[in-house]
């Protein structure tokens, strides 16, 4: 599987720092990448949330350093994959991708059985949120073979 750039060469999945206003910095964020012609782009699960989140940010007046992957669990699960994997090429990263996604599943299933017990509302919202993010991300569809 590949994901091609609009110039033909192959795009790879990567995690980078995203500079918004000049003062918020926001790393993490998931992007295919061409390392021939330098264009990226967000992958399209993400892109929602990371958009509305910078509507979000009033005038920023100190610079800040945002971790994406905290508050999103697809960009989580890739930094995860990205830090236990290092060394697979992205047509590795897609193989192995449904695997991760269903483990950290079942993760957030049992920690949401505990948020549950303690009946602590905002936790269980926040699992329910993550659960979401990750059960609509499908990255096989972020790539065709027709090129
Ligand atoms: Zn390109």
Known sequence: MRRWCNCKQTMNLELRTVIFAKKIEIKNVPVFSCMSCSTYEVLKPVKAHLTEY???????????????SEMNEVANLICDLCNRKPELDSDELANVMDAYKQERINLLLDVYQCAL???????????????????QFRFEEHFSEAG
């Open 54 to 68: 910078l509507q979000t940010i009033e005038q920023p007046t100190n610079y800040q350093v945002v971790m994406f």
């Open 117 to 135: 017990q303690m009946e602590d509302k905002p936790w269980m919202k926040d699992i329910q949120r993550r659960l979401e993010q990750l059960s």
